[in-house]
T-cell receptor
Framework: DIQMTQSPSFVSASVGDRVTITCQASQDIGTSLAWFQQQPGKAPKLLIYAASALQSGVPSRFSASGSGTDFTLTIRSLQPDDFAFYYC?????????FGQGTRLEI | QVQIVESGGGVVRPGGSLSLSCVATGFNFGFFGMHWVRQAPGKELEWVTFIRDDGGERKYGGSVKGRFTVSRDNYQNTVYLQMNSLRTEDTAVYYCAKSLARDNYYLYYMDVRGKGTTVTVSS
C-alpha cells in the first residue's frame, strides 16, 4: 500500500500570505495526486487533480506541482476562506490513501 | 448540477449492522464509478470502497474488507454500503463521492458533494 506523508502538520499564516504544503508518496505515483480542502464540519472539496490540474470553480490562487514522490500545493494571497485543513490523496492505485492533513490557521 | 445525498447513519452497538444509501443526481450516474470515504472524529480521511459504473468491480480498504459490501442500483441512481460486524473504530462520518469523470484515468479522483452521514458504533 502507498503511504502519503504531508508536511507541515500545522501552519500559521496571515491574510495575503503565500503558503506551501508538501506531500510525499512512499513510492512513485507519477502525477496521480489530488489535493482536498476541508472546512471544519464540512465535506472535503477537491481542489487539484492529476498533480497540477485545477478543479472547475477553484480560484487560481491555488496551484500545485510535482511528480514521482514529491508534490506541493501553494496558495498565494491567502483569503479568510482558505484557513482550513488540506489533504493530499494518491490516485495511482487501490487502496487509495490520504495524507494525515495540514491545518492552515490564521 | 451534481447532488449527492447520503443517509442511513445512526447509532449501533459493536457487532451490529447498518446500511447506508447514497442518492446521486445531476449527472449520468450509470457511467461513473462511485466511492465511499470516511472520517473518524478528529482524524484524517480514509478511503473505504469503490464500485465501478456497471458494478462489475468492487474494491475495499483493508480495515473493512470482509465486513462491508458496496452495491449500486443504476435505475435508482443509488449506491449502498452494507456494514456488518461493526467496530467502535468504524465510528465516522461517511461520504459518498463520484469519480471525477467517466474516463478510466479519472476513476480514482473523487468528487465529494454530499454532507455525509454519521455512524456511531458504541455500547
Amino acid at each position: 500500500d502507498i503511504q502519503m506523508t504531508q508536511s507541515p502538520s500545522f501552519v500559521s499564516a496571515s491574510v495575503g500570505d503565500r503558503v506551501t504544503i508538501t506531500c510525499q508518496a512512499s513510492q512513485d505515483i507519477g502525477t496521480s495526486l489530488a489535493w482536498f480542502q476541508q472546512q471544519p464540519g464540512k465535506a472535503p472539496k477537491l481542489l487539484i487533480y492529476a498533480a497540477s490540474a485545477l478543479q472547475s470553480g477553484v480560484p487560481s490562487r491555488f496551484s500545485a506541482s510535482g511528480s514521482g514522490t514529491d508534490f506541493t500545493l501553494t496558495i498565494r494571497s491567502l483569503q479568510p476562506d482558505d484557513f482550513a485543513f488540506y489533504y493530499c490523496q494518491q490516485a495511482n492505485s487501490l487502496p487509495l490513501s490520504f495524507g494525515q492533513g495540514t491545518r492552515l490557521e490564521i | 448540477q451534481v447532488q449527492i445525498v447520503e443517509s442511513g447513519g445512526g447509532v449501533v452497538r459493536p457487532g451490529g449492522s447498518l446500511s447506508l444509501s447514497c442518492v446521486a443526481t445531476g449527472f449520468n450516474f450509470g457511467f461513473f464509478g462511485m466511492h465511499w470515504v470516511r472520517q473518524a472524529p478528529g482524524k484524517e480521511l480514509e478511503w473505504v470502497t469503490f464500485i465501478r459504473d456497471d458494478g462489475g468491480e468492487r474494491k475495499y480498504g483493508g480495515s473493512v474488507k470482509g465486513r462491508f459490501t458496496v452495491s449500486r442500483d443504476n435505475y435508482q441512481n443509488t449506491v449502498y454500503l452494507q456494514m456488518n460486524s461493526l467496530r467502535t473504530e468504524d465510528t465516522a462520518v461517511y461520504y459518498c463521492a463520484k469519480s471525477l469523470a467517466r474516463d478510466n484515468y479519472y476513476l480514482y479522483y473523487m468528487d465529494v458533494r454530499g454532507k455525509g452521514t454519521t455512524v456511531t458504533v458504541s455500547s
